[in-house]
């Protein structure tokens, strides 16, 4: 005879998760209305209690943490290398950023930043920017399809496909790939590479088109969410919004720039911003659109990057991606705090080393997300509820970051 | 601006503020007094000369029983300056209770309620300090270094 696992008890839900609204603080006329957890517009499992009067929503509140592991608790009890795969797991749309970001960390901790060699970094950046296409892809296609365009999922899905067959070529995996490491990579590009991304580059330009006249520029598109969501800069930058919302609302900042890490400021590409060539700038239209220009200058840094491989950083026999690969990983005692440009905005690690282990003693992960996700409330007061459908889509949301 | 030059600024423009500078810390930090550390925020983020902007990063650290001590820490950034400082306050770890900088930094709001939920830091004149990332009624809050779990929640085992 089997334990039951869990009691069902009536009361239990309000308990865990309130409603922050009750049927005593409403005015005339208005009601309550759950959107999510199910619900497929909220990427995930994101709940939204939302006070609407008809068809207008008067206040959101949103309930997360239905994806809560509590990597932070977990990374305090490994060494600084095996937290990788848990990085992964924050956002999977974009593990290769996820990991970039962590492993720099760690090796500014270390101070062997200078010891990598030149080919680990350009490899490094070429993953994280097709990572970076990816998740983009995906960021408009679900977009489209909240909204209700079918064929630009089909489309970038299919084009996804053929990033993701690259990626697992690399080091096995489709979406967790644990493949860069503190102090270099698990294996180098596999021989063929270059040639294979190459052609796949060639392909994806004339497909990035064709989505640009299919979604972006299609006026069904135009009329749902032009004017729809507008963020306003200085609101953006109080709320800590960062990566492509920030820049949808007209500010030209990109941590590749900024902080210029890894090879960024040897590569040549442009930040695109929001112009509001359609409604205001930082609306949800700007919002994608900044994505799309962004999939276009990761081309162009992939291009770069596949010429230094191919050039002066060529494959030699006797390279070995794991020859800087600490030991033992036992920074000194100290604060850290590194962050990176994710697809979504900036994540920043910080590290509380205490100087006796190798494990962590603090380890905070800054969630772009879960910072983009607080503006929401803001954004969404008195649209209509078709609009805030609109809104929740143009932020990108992967709740598993946000709830980390 | 670097760092000696802000801390010196800061401890000439704000009356009997004493500083002390974080060894080993990137960005560079400052510990503040904890009843000074709303005047000083509200002068970095105003004051042309500093011009924080940007709040990245509200991390809660708990130092553990030996240290009986908790810190906070803000990592700010200046997005016209191009400056980051890291701003620590210290709080005894039986009553941690700090004032909100939510109503200078808007995005403090969540990261504030994300700290009160894992390590118990209580925000003073926060506006809505419920939990964010756990369910209401668990016990207890995971970051500290004490943290046992609860065996059962909700009829469920909870040690898989």
């Known amino acids: 005879m089997k334990e039951v696992q869990y009691q ?91 990991e970039h970001a962590y492993a720099m960390g760690v090796e500014r901790m270390l101070g062997i930043e200078g010891d990598i060699p030149k080919r680990i970094e350009y490899i490094r950046v070429l993953v994280a920017e097709l990572n970076r296409i990816a998740s983009h892809f995906v960021a408009i296609g679900t977009y489209g399809l909240d909204i ?43 021989v063929g590479f270059e040639e294979k991304c190459t052609e796949f580059i060639n392909y994806l330009k004339p497909k990035l088109d064709n989505l640009q006249d299919l979604l972006i520029s299609n006026q069904i598109f135009i009329d749902r969410t032009a004017n729809i969501g507008v963020l306003p800069m200085d609101l953006a930058i109080n709320y800590g919004v960062t990566g492509p919302m920030l820049r949808a609302s007209g500010l030209k900042y990109d941590l590749r720039r900024v902080d210029g890490y890894s090879v ?27 994505r799309m220009q962004e999939c276009r200058e990761s081309v162009k840094i992939i291009e770069q990057c596949l010429k230094q491989l191919k050039g002066d950083h060529k494959r030699t026999r006797d390279f070995d991606p794991r020859a800087v690969v600490p030991k033992k990983i036992r920074p000194k005692a100290q604060d850290f705090y590194v962050r990176a440009e ?50 929740v889509g143009s932020l990108d949301l992967v709740m598993g970051e946000v709830d980390r | 601006m670097t760092p000696q030059a802000l801390k010196s600024l800061l401890e000439a423009e704000i009356s009997e503020l004493v500083l002390t500078e974080r060894e080993q810390s990137t960005p560079v930090a400052f510990v503040v007094p904890v009843d000074r550390l709303k005047e000083v925020m509200i002068f970095l983020h105003q004051d042309s000369r500093c011009y924080f902007d940007m709040l990245s990063c509200l991390t809660g650290v708990d130092l553990g029983k030996e240290a009986n001590q908790m810190e906070v820490i803000y990592h700010l950034n200046s997005i016209p300056k191009g400056m980051s400082i890291a701003v620590v306050v210290q709080l005894e770890r039986e009553n941690p209770v700090v004032v909100t900088v939510s109503d200078i930094w808007r995005t403090a709001d969540w990261h504030e309620r994300e700290t009160y939920d894992l390590l118990g830091i209580r925000f003073e004149g926060h506006p809505d300090l419920r939990r964010i990332l756990l369910p209401n009624d668990w016990e207890g809050h995971p970051l500290r270094k004490d943290y046992k779990e609860q065996e059962y929640y909700h009829g469920m085992k909870v040690e898989y």
């Open chain 1, 342 to 391: 994710n697809p979504k905005g900036e994540l920043g690690f910080f590290f509380r080393a205490d100087g006796r282990s190798d494990q962590p003693f603090r380890c905070k992960a800054r969630a772009c997300s879960f910072v983009n996700l607080s503006v929401l409330p803001e954004l969404s007061r008195n649209v209509m509820i078709s609009d805030l459908v609109a809104i």
């Open chain 1, 8 to 98: 069902y008890h009536p009361d239990h839900l309000q308990n865990s998760e309130p409603l922050k609204y009750s049927a005593e603080n409403l005015n005339r006329g208005e009601m309550i209305i759950n959107m999510g957890p199910q619900h497929p517009s909220t990427h995930g499992v994101l709940r939204l209690e939302i006070v609407t009067d008809g068809e207008i929503v008067r206040e959101v509140v949103p309930h997360l943490g239905y994806l809560h592991r509590c990597f932070e608790k977990h990374a305090e009890s490994m060494p600084y290398n095996q937290v990788i795969p848990f990085v992964d797991r924050m956002d999977y749309m974009a593990a290769m950023n996820n």
């Open chain 1, 264 to 290: 960024y400021p040897e590569l040549d590409f442009d930040i695109p911003i929001g112009t509001g060539e359609v409604g205001t700038t930082g609306d949800c239209w700007d919002r994608t659109w900044v």
């Open chain 1, 148 to 190: 209700g365009a079918m064929t630009p999922f089909f489309w970038v899905m299919r084009d996804r496909e053929h990033l993701m067959r690259l990626l697992e070529w690399t080091c096995g995996a489709r979406m967790l790939y644990n493949y860069i490491w503190v102090g270099g990579l698990f294996y180098d590009l596999p």
